[in-house]
């Protein structure tokens, strides 16, 4: 395999720039702007671009990192950046209204990227609004027609974050392997 990319999607919020900044090995590129719509009632600065950062998967080899705007108007980056790449994280906010509906709108606007490639889902701001059951995600999922790893993360913590990456690349090739 000669190109480790991957996108970091989901909704305003569910820490897609702060995923990246926690994984990344150097100080990533984001491009956070004052929010100026309803997103400034969540949070005040927003992705306009992308995300971008760098993670040594050993001596040789790094996965690039990137981070998709979560808000609608931006989503002709969604396209730009999913050309290549490995596969997806896609990153749910347990605090909005309808997570699970949130699921299903990225599983379908991604869905021909993930067809080609794969998908590894963390949940969230759990510690915040307390997940009510995983088994109601995995029942959806199964649903969609999806057998996706999906995780309770903190996307400022790195061993999360991690094992997220680590189950995304699991499903890709389970002899690729990072040591955190
Ligand atoms: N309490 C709590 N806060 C979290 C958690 N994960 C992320 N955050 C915070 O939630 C906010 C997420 O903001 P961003 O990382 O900018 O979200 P984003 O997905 O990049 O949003 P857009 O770029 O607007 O689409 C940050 O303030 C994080 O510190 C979590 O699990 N719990
Ligand atoms: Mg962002």
């Known amino acids: ?5 991957i996108i970091f999607a989901g909704p305003v919020g569910s820490g897609k720039t702060t995923a990246i900044a926690t994984l990344s090995d150097e100080p990533p590129v984001c491009t956070n702007q004052n929010a100026t719509d309803m997103t400034k009632e969540r949070k005040s600065k927003t992705t306009v671009a992308l995300d971008y950062g760098t993670m040594s998967l050993d001596e040789k080899e790094k996965i690039h990192l990137y981070g998709t705007p ?19 994280i896609l990153l749910l906010d347990n605090t909005r209204r309808d997570p699970m509906k949130d699921m299903e709108f990225f599983l379908q606007a ?3 990227y993930i067809d080609k ?16 059951t995983m088994e109601r995600y995995h029942q959806k999922l199964k649903q969609l027609g999806f057998n996706s790893a999906i995780f309770e993360v903190d996307a400022r913590n790195f061993s999360d974050m991690s094992q997220l990456v680590q189950a995304l690349l699991f499903t ?4 690729l392997e990072y040591s955190a």
């Open 1 to 5: 395999m000669s190109d480790f990319k």
């Open 70 to 88: 979560g808000q609608e108007r931006f989503n002709f980056m969604w396209d730009i950046l999913t050309s290549n790449g490995l596969g997806l």
């Open 110 to 112: 991604f869905k021909d």
């Open 117 to 132: 490639t794969s998908i590894a889902i963390g949940i969230t701001q759990t510690d915040v609004a307390p997940l009510l």
């Open 172 to 175: 890709i090739d389970p002899g």
